[in-house]
């Protein structure tokens, strides 16, 4: 694929422009805020906006990366599909449902299209608020 080195150099200039602007609200937890951004700008593979946190909120937790890293998060998205999920009462419950054949068919449970507010959590701290879960594995 050509890049062209110009256009993308301006991209990202007005994408620095942008993420300047881009701050955790006050109380907002860690979680919350890369869900907000990751939603908003989208992932590029890359830890951006847990950065971009970490240096407002936390600037002292220097091992994060490496601890998300630890539950699967190697990018901003991963942490939503490796190490937490909204807590399973936010969810739309899972349902035997009447199918087209006559019979039934299973409905996965499914997460809410928006995520509640978060719920806040002491300014230092890189824990999600209480609406995250834990993945859980195996
Ligand atoms: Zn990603
Ligand atoms: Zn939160």
Redesign the pocket.
């Known amino acids: 694929m050509d890049i062209n080195p110009i256009t993308e150099e301006a991209e990202n200039i007005v994408f620095d422009a942008v993420l300047a602007l881009v701050t955790p609200r006050v109380g907002?937890?860690l979680?919350?805020f890369v869900a907000r951004q990751v939603d908003q700008f989208g992932c590029d593979s890359t830890h951006r906006f847990f950065l971009l946190y970490r240096d407002q909120r936390a600037p002292r937790a220097s091992a994060l990366l490496d601890r998300l890293s630890a539950m699967g998060a190697y990018c901003d998205c991963e942490m939503f599909l490796n190490a937490y999920e909204l807590a399973e009462r936010f969810w739309k419950p899972g349902a035997w449902l009447p199918g087209a054949d006559g019979g039934e068919e299973w409905w996965d449970p499914e997460p809410p299209e928006k995520a509640p507010p978060?719920?806040?959590?002491r300014r230092g701290s890189t824990k999600?608020?209480t609406?995250?879960e834990r993945i859980a594995r195996g």
């Open positions: 907002e937890c979680a919350c978060c719920e806040g959590v999600p608020c609406i995250w």
